[in-house]
Each structure stands twice: as structure tokens, then as C-alpha cells.
């Protein structure tokens, strides 16, 4: 079945990059029906899609109109996986951050682990 | 976007008895193509991540129990718990998956009374 297995840092300093990874088995994040989604979880803002990507012959990505300017998720097709990379970042911005996949339609499912992300000088 | 709304926002049942869930959507997400509702559920337990329980407001995800149901169309949605269980303590949340931004409800957390 697939699994999703994120790393990466639990504290980042204000104003730098957030940078979290998901390792994908038993799917492709080159399949032609999934997508590969970032998803934050925080008491002040529940529950909040942050972006996908996803490819349909080409490479697409969707982000969160909030985010837009400050949000990368990059496929990385050489070591199954995808990325987030988050800019500037501040202490608003702490949160549990989870990968999720999407295959066909738009519920998410899988989940990976959950990373908890801290900013904080 | 598609603010999604939920209630109550907490609940405690007697084990045995039945749970019900509400979800509102801010628009409908019926989709007059295919007659779907995109609308999922999940449970989600402490210090984990969420697990899909329904999609398309009704069906069940595989392995899941039957005492779970959802129903609804449009804008209104129910999850019913018919005979709650121990290990049904958790945070629901309802989903949509009509448009971009997906978007969840709030929750709404389920306890033993």
C-alpha cells in the first residue's frame, strides 16, 4: 500500500526557509492520477491545504492564494518524493505540516507522520 | 472559498448510543455533472495524523465499520457513529473537495459520557 514518509527540521528561525521532504512508496510522484499535497494543522487555523503538485503529462502546481508568493512544492522524480519549501517564515507559521496524496479525485489519502515545525529564534 | 462549518463542537456519549456530526458547506458542492456530493470525513486521534473515513459524503472507506455513515447533499452533511465505541474517541472533521482551496471544517471532538 502507499506510505508517506516526511523529514526535515522541527525548529526554523524566523525570516528563514522551511524545508520539508516526503518520501513516497508504492505509488510514483509521477503517476498520471495522483497528487502530492502539503497540508498544515495549527489551533489557531485548523486544518489548511497549502498546495500540490501533480503531473498530467506535464508538471503542475496549485497553491493556497495566502501562500503564493512564499510556498515551492517540487517533485523530485530521481528519489520518489516531493518537497515544501516555505519562505520567510514566522512564528504564525508554526504547525504541524503533513504530505498527503490525492489519486484521481481530491480526498487525501494517505497521510504521512506529521512534523511538527517551530519558529522561533 | 468554500468556508466549511461544523457542530457541535464537542459531544459525549454513552458507549452503545448513536453520534451525529454536522457539517455545512458555504456553497453547495453538489456537482450537477455526476451527481456527487465532494464532500469527505475523517477521524483523526491524538498525535496522529487524519484518516479517511467517507468520500462522496456517503461512502465508506474500505476497512472502515459500518457503524460509521454519512449523508447529506448540497450543503448539509451528516456523520453518524450508530453505536459508539471506545476507540471512536477522536476529532471528526468534514472536507471539501469541490474546488481549490480544499478546505476543512473546524472539527468536532467526540468523548465517552
Known amino acids: 500500500q502507499v506510505q508517506l514518509q516526511q523529514s526535515g527540521p522541527g525548529l526554523v528561525k524566523p525570516s528563514q526557509t522551511l524545508t520539508l521532504t516526503c518520501a513516497i512508496s508504492?505509488?510514483?510522484?509521477?503517476?498520471?492520477?495522483?497528487?502530492w499535497n502539503w497540508i498544515r494543522q495549527s489551533p489557531s487555523r485548523g486544518l489548511e491545504w497549502l498546495g500540490r503538485t501533480y503531473y498530467r503529462s506535464k508538471w503542475y502546481n496549485e497553491y493556497a492564494v495566502s501562500l503564493k508568493s512564499r510556498i515551492t512544492i517540487n517533485p523530485d522524480t530521481t528519489k520518489n518524493q516531493f518537497s515544501l519549501q516555505l519562505t520567510s517564515v514566522t512564528p504564525e507559521d508554526t504547525a504541524v505540516y503533513y504530505c498527503?496524496?490525492?489519486?484521481?479525485?481530491?480526498?487525501?489519502?494517505?497521510w504521512g507522520q506529521g512534523t511538527l515545525v517551530t519558529v522561533s529564534s | 472559498d468554500i468556508v466549511m462549518t461544523q457542530s457541535p463542537d464537542s459531544l459525549a456519549v454513552s458507549l452503545g448510543e448513536r453520534a451525529s456530526i454536522n457539517c455545512k458547506s458555504s456553497q453547495s458542492v453538489l456537482h450537477s455533472s455526476n451527481n456527487n456530493n465532494y464532500l469527505a470525513w475523517y477521524q483523526q486521534k491524538p498525535g496522529q495524523p487524519p484518516k479517511l473515513l467517507i468520500y462522496w459524503a456517503s461512502t465508506r472507506e474500505s476497512g472502515v465499520p459500518d457503524r460509521f455513515s454519512g449523508s447529506g447533499s448540497g450543503t448539509d452533511f451528516t456523520l453518524t457513529i450508530s453505536s459508539l465505541q471506545a476507540e471512536d474517541v477522536a476529532v471528526y472533521y468534514c472536507q471539501q473537495y469541490l474546488n481549490t482551496p480544499f478546505t476543512f471544517g473546524p472539527g468536532t471532538k467526540v468523548d465517552i459520557k
Open positions: 498527503a496524496r490525492c489519486d484521481r479525485q481530491n480526498w487525501f489519502d494517505p
Open positions: 508504492g505509488d510514483s510522484v509521477s503517476s498520471n492520477t495522483a497528487a
